[in-house]
């Protein structure tokens, strides 16, 4: 347990569907990020969210649409998905963005397919 | 561009000892991280060096040489336990974090 919540866990969705996921940290931290980790391939940023305001938005297509409502709660909104989205999406939080030194604590992820 | 590479897969024996080397070349260095995240589960973070030279933490050390753009995580009596997937990750001038693929390590008995 690392104190950030990621559900679900696992996701198959079809191209067609919209749905939603969800990510929760507990560490009172104001940084919180989206990651995509596809396999043997670097982790890719996509946002990240300072104090609730986006900070950077990494080139990411507008099938991807964050939310963040509060410091403790980030949602990845997806719709109209292609087969090659489908991957390991991980959530992050850390004290700041913009700080040297802070470490990045990490969700589980979701496995998602796309059929 | 940015670049940080380490090795795919590496292969070590229960109660030996491996080293993990890690290259970069990053638009300015805020420090380097190193990862571990075994299979299926999210990464934990292991260390940060910032200045040049080894720090030590129980079995795991992991060590900085910015003028070289090098850096290495050392494993000491290794444990099945400690397979796993080790990523190593730069901070960048803009304070960005640019990961290396990761490096797999497998453990035999």
């Known amino acids: 347990e690392t104190g950030v919540t990621q559900t679900p866990r696992h996701l198959v969705m079809g191209m067609t569907n919209k749905k939603s996921l969800k990510c929760e940290q507990h560490?009172?931290?104001?940084?919180m990020y989206w990651y995509k980790q596809s396999a043997k391939k670097p982790l890719e940023l996509m946002f990240v969210?300072?104090?609730?305001?986006?900070?950077e938005n990494n080139s990411v297509p507008s099938r991807f649409s964050p939310e963040c409502p509060n410091s403790s709660h980030l949602f990845l909104h997806l719709h109209t998905l292609q087969p090659e989205d489908s991957a390991l999406y991980l959530c992050?939080?850390?004290?700041?963005?913009?700080?040297?030194?802070?470490?990045?604590?990490f969700g589980q992820g979701t496995r998602l397919t796309v059929v | 561009g940015q670049n940080i590479d380490q090795p795919t897969e590496m292969t070590a024996t229960e109660g030996a000892i491996v080293q993990i080397n890690c290259t970069y070349q990053t638009s300015g260095f805020n420090g380097l991280f190193w990862y571990q995240q075994h299979a299926g589960e999210a990464p934990t973070f292991l260390s940060y060096?910032?200045l040049d030279g080894l720090e030590e933490k129980g079995r795991f050390s992991s060590f900085l040489s910015r003028s070289k753009g090098y850096s290495y995580l050392l494993l000491k009596e290794l444990q099945m336990k400690d397979s796993a997937s080790y990523l190593c990750?730069?901070?960048?001038?803009?304070?960005?974090?640019?990961w290396g693929a990761g490096t797999k390590l497998i453990i035999k008995p």
């Open positions: 992050a939080s850390s004290q700041q963005a913009g700080e040297g030194g802070t470490e990045a604590f």
């Open positions: 990750a730069v901070m960048d001038s803009n304070y960005q974090l640019i």
């Open positions: 969210y300072n104090f609730k305001e986006q900070t």
């Open positions: 560490l009172g931290h104001n940084a």
């Open positions: 060096n910032v």
